[in-house]
């Protein structure tokens, strides 16, 4: 983590002056090797996703659904194809650059949370700035405003372990947001969620698309797709249809 937080301020902010995320993929394949065992995950996907646009990915599971999540957000890299987000062509980025961008760009919400289990709801919140060196003052406040958003403003001071399933993901929704990203990225987010809490964080991710954040949601639970605008659905690693929803 010190070593991630010494590269930003090397590197300053190389990518901080682009424009729109909008996500760009041109046959996009991604080969999994174990061992002497290959899988082929994406095998030539097309997708274009413009900004602020509100997409469901859905398909049945081992369908390729998280390995796109992966690659959209820069935590993978594709074996074959292109991607490009917001202009810049990801192949050509380090680790470096690659967490500077997920950092600046990119919220994440997962369906297991992903909280620190031993910091507050305030501090995993923070943490996001931390590592943009944001000065404490204002990380604070900025942490302390996410969690008012999103309901919590009475709960900053638990550990995930003090919250219930909901309240963490809740947690997990504004740790995404309070950096101010461009795209919004969940995976499965109401995945281990009970009707309230799903109702709650989709209800947030509707604001927030309301508010102009391009928002990529995979789900294989078609009401929790029907929240989006446009439904890709992914099957054996290829797009097999993809389709506006009408309102
Ligand atoms: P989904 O999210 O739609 O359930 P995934 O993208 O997680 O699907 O997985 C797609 C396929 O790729 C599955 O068959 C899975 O077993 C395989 N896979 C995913 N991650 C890896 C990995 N790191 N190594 C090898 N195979 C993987
Ligand atoms: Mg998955």
């Not at 992914?234 to 506006?244: A, K, T």
């Amino acid at each position: 983590m010190a070593d991630l937080f010494d590269a930003f301020a090397s590197t300053g902010t190389v990518l901080a002056e682009h424009g729109s995320p909008v996500i760009e993929l041109v046959g996009a394949r991604k080969t999994y090797r174990t061992g002497s065992i290959e899988f082929e995950a994406l095998r030539g996907i097309d997708l274009r996703i413009e900004q602020g646009e509100y997409v469901a990915i859905m398909g049945p599971s081992g369908s390729g659904k998280s390995t796109l999540m992966n690659i959209i957000g820069c935590l993978d890299t594709l074996t074959e194809g292109d991607y490009r987000l917001a202009g810049d062509d990801i192949a050509e980025l380090d680790e470096i650059d690659l967490a500077q961008i997920r950092n600046l760009r990119i919220g994440f919400v997962f369906q297991q949370f992903h909280l620190l289990p031993a910091l507050s709801a305030w501090r995993n919140v923070e943490l996001p700035l931390m590592y943009r060196q944001v000065p404490v003052g204002e990380r604070r406040a900025r942490a302390a405003a996410a969690l008012e958003r999103v309901g919590l403003g009475d709960r900053v001071a638990n550990r995930p372990g003090e919250l219930s399933g909901g309240q963490q993901q809740r947690v997990a929704v504004a740790r995404a947001l309070v950096g101010e990203p461009d795209l919004l990225l969940a995976d499965e987010p109401t995945g281990n969620l009970d009707s309230q809490s799903t109702a709650d964080v989709l209800g947030l991710l509707d604001e927030l698309h309301q508010q102009g954040r391009t928002i990529v949601l995979i789900t294989h639970e078609l009401e929790v797709a029907q929240h989006a605008r446009r439904i890709v659905w992914v099957r054996d690693g290829l797009i097999q249809s993809d389709e506006v929803i009408d309102r």
